[in-house]
């Protein structure tokens, strides 16, 4: 795991540096100090996004759902490296969907909260520059994606996201579904995701999901798209 460090002398350094979120991981000849996940802060209240999405929806799905990736995560992490520094391949295969599920819903859910912003902060406004072009260029109008990717969304069959996504080997961006908490890693970049699981919106919709689909867009955050179109 690309996380993990292989050295035991690293350790000293990063407790003297107050580094708390480390953990070392070993046996007598092989430690590893692995950097631990932890729940990012919001840039804005939870509250800030009403009425698209309630204060109430954002607390739980932020300090609960997502809380729980990271501990999951975090656990299965831990579990992995000891495997990984007792070369314990059976084990390593079978955390890795453990290690692909939690580690994705951290992932998703950190590029998720910076996908959003309260419409004083720029929620809801269009795209634009380069990623503003690729979409006319690709889908004719901001209106159009809306339409593919609100219909992608409303195709997820159970739980899910639907992520905007740049092909890091032609340029082109994209709309692709992705179940459960399966992660944009590998060709693909993500730059901007909608969490279509019952928890991000069915305490305010309930049953109406095509409403949370329809709302959330006055509070997307293009801007943070557009870094990532742009990296």
Not at 147 to 154: E, G, H, I, V, Y
Request: glycine share 10%; net charge positive.
């Amino acid at each position: 795991m690309a996380s993990l460090l292989k050295t035991a002398s690293r350790t000293t350094a990063f407790r003297a540096a107050g580094a708390s979120n480390l953990r070392t991981i070993g046996t007598a000849d092989r430690t590893f100090v692995r950097r631990k996940a932890t729940l990012p802060d919001l840039s804005y209240d939870y509250g800030a996004l009403e009425p698209a999405i309630s204060g109430k929806i954002m607390e739980l799905h932020h300090s609960k759902h997502h809380q729980t990736y990271v501990n999951s995560y975090n656990d299965a992490a831990d579990k992995y490296a000891a495997a990984e520094a007792n070369d314990d391949i059976a084990t390593k295969i079978a955390l890795q969907p453990l290690v692909n599920f939690h580690g994705g819903g951290h992932r998703n859910h950190t590029l998720f909260w910076e996908n959003l912003a309260p419409k004083n902060q720029g929620g809801g406004d269009p795209p634009s520059g380069g990623l503003a072009k690729a979409i006319d260029e690709t889908y004719g109008s901001l209106d159009e994606l809306k339409k593919k990717f609100n219909a992608a969304l409303a195709g997820i069959q159970g739980s899910g996201w639907v992520w905007l996504v740049k092909d890091t080997q032609t340029g082109q961006i994209g709309i692709k579904p992705y179940a459960n908490q399966d992660p944009v890693v590998g060709q693909y970049k993500p730059l901007l995701g909608v969490d279509a699981w019952e928890h991000a919106y069915y305490l305010q919709y309930q049953n109406r999901k095509a409403e949370y689909f329809s709302a959330i867009w006055d509070v997307i955050n293009w801007k943070a798209a557009e870094k990532r179109f742009g990296a």
